[in-house]
């Protein structure tokens, strides 16, 4: 059987990568051809030193983007062998894809695939209707797939309790100037292809609010549209801390978010109780889990909503002798 790649799947697979979520939209990520195959590289240069120190952000973004990728090859016939830090000299090199026996897709990683381009990220407060119980199994099971847990917090005292943890974590950062300031110069009011655009920003907080937002931008909202009271909270997590276990998290999220978009819902992410270790570790206890909370999702029905821009596949894409390749 012939086993091997064209550069029109490369390319159309890493068009689809980097409709990946990140911190702030900074999409902090590279692709290159190597060798017949793909690899996933952290782009430090886009990293936010005072959100981010640790690069946490990064790999879960990466992650995310590495996961696109495995669905798209997939969804062509073509699935990728992963290997995770494949190289400990290259400590950037966060994955590598190299092809697998050609298959057909299944019809679950078609509907992934089909989810890339209409998932996003929506800050808009949700309708009240509550998410089915067979949604909710969905997500639990994409993250499960995917070697990490998603624990959907029930009943009001649990999420009441995540949402101190949340705003409290919220406050810490506010604090800090160099945060404020990132938050600030990754806010986008003219068209960019990356950042966060003030449109898709979200209202402003209130005091009301269960849950903290980001506040980019943050539009005044109209009287009465006030988030849901009793928000669907997910937290995810995996078995440890290390980057790889990052990075491993960041394809569960991407599994999480596809899965939604494809049953219909909408999530918005919230990180800051991830940002701040105190507010992680109390979250993690709050849980009962072992291991690491790697991210906060709230999920609901949304109002539609737009993607994000991204930056061209040419800027991020790159065969190691020739620069940029060609179309
Ligand atoms: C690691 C990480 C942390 C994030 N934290 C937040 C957050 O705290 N608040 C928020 O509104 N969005 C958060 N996001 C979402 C990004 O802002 C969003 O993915 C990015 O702006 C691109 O937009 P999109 O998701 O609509 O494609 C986070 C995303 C990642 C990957």
Do not use: K
Not at 32 to 42: K, S, T, Y
């Amino acid at each position: 059987m012939d086993i091997g790649y064209t550069t029109d799947q490369l390319r159309a697979a890493a068009a689809d990568a980097v409709r990946a979520p990140s911190l702030h939209n900074t999409q902090p990520w590279r692709l290159r051809l190597r060798d017949g195959g793909i690899e996933v590289l952290a782009d430090p240069t886009r990293r936010l030193p005072a959100t981010d120190p640790s690069g946490w952000g990064v790999r879960i973004a990466c992650g995310a983007a590495l996961f696109n990728l495995r669905v798209a090859l997939a969804a062509a016939g073509a699935p990728a062998r992963v290997r995770l830090r494949p190289d400990p000299a290259e400590p950037d090199l966060l994955a590598r894809l190299v092809p697998d026996v050609p298959r057909r897709p299944t019809p679950a990683e078609q509907s992934l695939h089909a989810a890339i381009p209409r998932r996003f990220s929506n800050r808009l407060p949700f309708w009240p209707d509550p998410v089915p119980a067979d949604a909710r199994w969905r997500l639990a099971e994409a993250a499960r797939a995917e070697q990490c847990w998603l624990e959907l917090l029930i009943g009001v005292s649990a999420v009441t309790a995540f949402g101190e943890i949340a705003r409290s974590a919220h406050r810490v950062l506010e604090r800090d100037p160099a945060y404020r300031a990132e938050r600030q110069r990754w806010l986008r009011q003219e068209p960019a292809p990356d950042g966060v655009p003030a449109s898709a920003g979200g209202p402003q907080h209130e005091p009301q609010d269960v849950l903290p937002t980001r506040g980019f931008g943050g539009r005044d909202r109209a009287p009465g549209r006030d988030f849901e009271p009793e928000p669907l909270v997910g937290v995810l997590g995996s078995v440890g801390n290390t980057a790889v276990d990052q990075v491993v998290a960041g394809q569960a999220l991407q599994r999480v978010l596809l899965t939604a978009t494809d049953a219909g819902l909408s999530v918005s992410l919230l990180s800051q109780p991830i940002e701040v270790p105190t507010a992680r570790e109390q979250l993690r206890l709050s849980l009962g889990r072992f291991g690491a909370p790697q991210m906060a999702l709230r999920i609901g029905y949304g109002q539609p909503g737009r993607p994000t821009p991204r930056r061209a596949v040419d800027e991020v894409l790159t065969a190691p002798t020739a620069g940029a390749i060609a179309g």
